[in-house]
């Protein structure tokens, strides 16, 4: 069986982001209700995972030592809240490296699935911005767009027509986290309720 994996961009969706990087722990400042979302995600039993553009790290506004103080905050703040990410993937290059795993290419997605040696058609994946739906949708995944961060401009709008066709729309993290566990609920609940269920398999024996 498969993971229960969501897979998650971490600037203007997790943390706040800003249009001079994030170049601090202490520049890294959770979206309110962001941390709580994630450790409601790990309590229903989804295994989070973080894809994460760091051009920061290639253009020399931090180093990797800050870039693991930021995760550090992170992961306190969500151990505080009973929550963790699994792992966090992230691209160190800028635009003029041409890499792979910058998105809105897809090679962060690409390691994700063969980490957890998995097909990722399906698996939710959120990002406030273009580029990470564009990412994620190459991978088969599920897209998810955020109205913080970057995705603020789309709150009052209707959602350009080069995004992804089947994306889908949430005020927060929060919001989506409530989305998706409530789908995962309804789902449970037509299960059970489903005359194909066992019962309906042993009557043709009587
Ligand atoms: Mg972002
Ligand atoms: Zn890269």
Partial sequence: MSTKLVI??????????????VKSAEEWQPIPGAIEAIARLNHSGWHVVVASNQSGLGRGLFDVGTLNQMHEKMNKLLAAEGGRVD????????????????????????????????DLKG?????????????CVEQGCEPHLVFTGKGEQFR???????????????????????????????????QESSPKATHGLFRGHR
């Fill in 87 to 118: 792992a966090i993937f992230y691209c160190p290059h800028t635009p003029e490296d041409h890499c792979h795993c910058r998105k809105p290419l897809s090679g962060l997605f690409q390691q994700i699935g063969e980490r957890y040696s998995q």
């Fill in 156 to 190: 009052h709008v209707e959602l350009p027509k080069h995004f992804p066709e089947n994306t889908q729309t949430h005020h927060d993290l929060s919001a989506f986290v409530d989305w998706l566990l409530n789908k995962e609920q309804l789902n449970q609940d037509a």
């Fill in 123 to 135: 698996v939710p994946a959120v990002g406030d911005s273009l580029r990470d739906l564009q990412a």
């Fill in 8 to 21: 998650l961009d971490r600037d203007g969706t997790i943390n706040y982001d800003r249009d001079d990087y």
